[in-house]
């Protein structure tokens, strides 16, 4: 396919343009993880200049992932002024490897003050260049890390290379004991399916909640939701066939498998998942698609919705993180094979995954933790804020082998026949599968399906890496030091099978039932993103996270800080928004209509005596008492917004505490009243789009 990966400067790419001691100098540090040798940068940085250049490519830039979520990047021209009035396009080794962006106009929980301006980005030479097409204003992107004057992380790309570096030293490590002599390198790979809305642009240019908070604030059910199941999988539109279409052509130039598209459960709504790379890659791919997303659905009249709850009644959107484990000799680390039972290497890292999962469930959880998941974590399309793993029946009856003693056997899958004498019959798995799950194995992967729609996949995977090298350290340290490696693996595993089989169910988990089941087990239930943040900064968080060089104290703190900040602004948005929204749309489009069933009340009694005005006075008196209490809870979200907002400033904890349980309990009654009154002014009067009109027009 000749478009695929035509904009990125990518191996083949490197291996044409680039001198052979040069490329291989580079591929070494690429796929051994080595040190980039600086004496090669002007080599490549030339040969990317003129690949760019022959492209259409007039400016760079240091692409960036700083910790506002999305990606930011400073253009500068390849011109090089010269002495004779003329110009030519130049870009050094220098340029390449190294920017000076203001880190201190970014989020930096306290590492960088306004007056401290420097930062720095650098180059990740591990994630290829590309090039990006603005309407015709071509700009090479470099994949970068961002870091402060002191060489603090400022952003989400740094941390995910170090946790990467963290898991494949640990895995290595547990592989050689296995007696493995090729790998030399174990990396993470993802597979991140991105779940997402679409509506027409008219409608949202004219909802001022989606576009200064990306969810509707106000809202009434339509008369049909998603309860028929009948858009899951169905036949796509016309119009968003051909958004899909030109959002697959410009991924695949970009070198971005975009696989699968569909219908999702609640109308409106999308998914678009690719195929696996190293997670490093993957992150950066889903960045890219999220951004085309938005920019590709405006050019044919739309609007892309990625916040996890755009429309309250219906399903969320979440992004399910498909990780595993590869060695660069070919294995997938989490594939079991015919007989997992007898495959000791695969059960050995399968729990270590178990074990991580139980030891570390609180940083998993502020790792999808954001203010708009949690309007859907726990609700019919999520799973709940609890953690817990679904194996299947296979590999949970050899788990619970491993408790006992050892395992002997495997269950195995069996045909199906389906009664049809023309269909052939099927291989039927060993085992179902569990979309009630939060960390569900799926095969050769564990789906992380808790993650947010919005959100950048590097934090969970951050976490992911980084408590799976920790256990995976604990092992080795044990089989290391033990003279009976076989011996000991077996107490390794049954030890690790009997304290933590209490994180495997292959329940529903939607039930209260499984609530109550898990507090019995003693599995926490951290039910909101304030209370999850603190998991970042517990003595143990620290501890892990410096032992492995992910990032230091000071950068966690940062990062409480920042998450803290960043959700207290967002509830502030919103509600000022609602408040904007009542005041300025609801509140006089019902007076207007409250005026127009006033005047019809003394235009019929006027005209003759004894006409039946019940039906109006009943609407007037409705609507009126319903406005009345409107303004109340009104008057509410203000006074607890001006609470909130001034009586903590000083403590970042207790501000966001205060616009959880406050402000957005306040933000709630008044919607109460808001979507009341949608159902009882007339249509033609209500100031904003429907629910009817987003969801089912397209």
Known sequence: MKEFGMNVFNDAVMNERLPKSIYKLLKKTIEGGLPLDPSIADVVANAMKEWAVEKGATHFTHWFQPMTGITAEKHDSFITPLDNGKAMMEFSGKELIKGEPDASSFPSGGLRATFEARGYTAWDCTSPAFLKDESGAITLCIPT???????????????LLRSVEALS????????LFGNKTATRVISTVGPEQEYFLIDKKYYDKRKDLIFCGRTLFGAMPPKGQELEDHYFGSIKERVAAFMKELNTELWKLGIAAKTQHNEVAPGQFELAPIFSTTNIATDHNQLVMDYMKKIANRHGLACLLHEKPFAGVNGSGKHNNWSMSTNDGQNLLEPGSTPHDNAQFLTFLCAVVKAVDDYAGLLRVSCANPGNDHRLGANEAPPAIISIFLGDQLTDIFEQLANGGPKSSKQGESMTIGVTTLPALAKDST?????SPFAF?????????VPS???ISGPNVILNTIVAE??????DRLQNSSNFNGELRVVLRDIARNHKKVVFNGNNYTQAWVEEAKQRGLRNISSTVAAIPELITKSSIELFEKHKVLSSTELHSRYEILLEQYSKQINIEARTMIDMTKRQIIPAVIKYTNILASSIYNVKGAFSGAQVTVQEEILTEISATLVNLKMKLDALEKALASAHNGSSTDAYAEAVAYRDVVFRAMAELRVEGDKLETMVDADLWPMPTYAEMLFVL
């Open 432 to 436: 179902d599968r569990n979309r009630t």
């Open 145 to 159: 890390c961002f870091c402060s004057y002191n060489g603090e992380a400022l952003d989400k790309k740094t941390p």
């Open 442 to 450: 799926t095969g050769n992967k564990f789906e992380f399906r808790m």
């Open 471 to 476: 256990v995976l350290c604990q092992i080795a």
């Open 454 to 456: 919005s959100l950048s």
């Open 169 to 176: 030293k640990q895995a290595l490590r547990v592989l050689a």
